[in-house]
């Protein structure tokens, strides 16, 4: 019903900046509520940043402390798209990021659409 794709990943230099894109075709009115979350090889997929809103207003957002200063998550109403806008890139930082859609995770904790990921990485 709700399929998110991401797109914008890549190889970055430490210390650059990539920019994030997902979009969530289909019954996008619905959600409400949108998060990043990244993997590294061996590692255990780990939550990066959350967005609310309601309506057409920001409500809400969150982030890791790993990330905190660092990345901004947004959305574009216009074009049905959250954003995850990467400064100062760590080579920490690589990973496969995954987008997550929701209609209600601040009330279930659950995100019920994902997408199938964009590898960022980043080089020391």
């Known amino acids: 019903q709700v399929q998110p794709v991401e797109s914008g990943g890549g190889l970055v230099q430490a210390g650059g900046s990539l920019r994030l894109s997902c979009t969530a075709s289909?019954?996008?009115?619905?959600?409400?509520?949108m998060g990043w979350f990244r993997q590294a090889p061996g590692k255990e997929r780990e939550f990066v940043a959350a967005?609310?809103?309601?309506?057409?207003?920001?409500?809400?957002?969150a982030y890791a402390d790993s990330v905190k200063g660092r990345f901004t998550i947004s959305r574009d109403n216009a074009k049905n798209t959250v954003y995850l806008q990467m400064n100062s890139l760590k080579p920490d930082d690589t990973a496969v990021y995954y987008c997550?859609?929701?209609?209600?995770?601040?009330?279930?904790?659950?995100?019920?659409?994902w997408g199938q990921g964009t590898q960022v990485t980043v080089s020391s």
């Open positions: 997550a859609a929701g209609t209600a995770v601040r009330q279930t904790g659950r995100y019920d659409y």
């Open positions: 289909g019954r996008s009115f619905s959600i409400n509520d």
């Open positions: 967005i609310y809103w309601n309506g057409a207003s920001i409500y809400y957002a």
